[in-house]
């Protein structure tokens, strides 16, 4: 059975920084790569970044490149995304997900994603 658990998430100031960690079950990273979304209210789902199966290439959206960095602990099997400099606009749930290695979806897309976790919030306050 697979299970992915976020964590980390809460109430912070904009300037802030904050780290979720996702912690996988039933998966290995060999064979998933792993993705974070996120959802404001009234918001589709949006593509946050990832972290590929193989090497561990990142990939992330442009409207987050250079505050938020995507890691990964294989022994834990666990994955991390480290936000910097919090905004208002960076309040939502935010989701990791596994997409199978062979996918041939846009990593981007959450409709590629096999698994998801129940997701944590995040609330920014300015």
């Known amino acids: 059975q697979v299970q992915l658990g976020e964590s980390g998430g809460g109430l912070v100031q904009a300037g802030d920084s904050l780290r979720l960690s996702c912690a996988a079950s039933?998966?290995?990273?060999?064979?998933?790569?792993m993705g974070w979304f996120r959802q404001a209210p009234g918001k589709e789902r949006e593509f946050v970044g990832a972290?590929?199966?193989?090497?561990?290439?990142?990939y992330y959206a442009d409207s987050v490149k250079g505050r938020f960095t995507i890691s990964r602990d294989i022994a834990k099997n666990t994955v991390y995304l480290q936000i910097y400099n919090l905004k208002p606009e960076d309040a939502a749930v935010y989701y990791c997900?596994?997409?199978?290695?062979?996918?041939?979806?846009?990593?981007?897309?959450?409709?590629?994603?096999?698994?998801w976790g129940q997701g944590t919030q995040v609330t920014v306050s300015s």
């Open positions: 039933g998966i290995t990273f060999s064979s998933y790569s």
């Open positions: 972290i590929s199966w193989n090497v561990g290439s990142t």
């Open positions: 997900a596994a997409r199978a290695a062979t996918s041939t979806t846009p990593i981007t897309r959450a409709g590629g994603y096999d698994y």
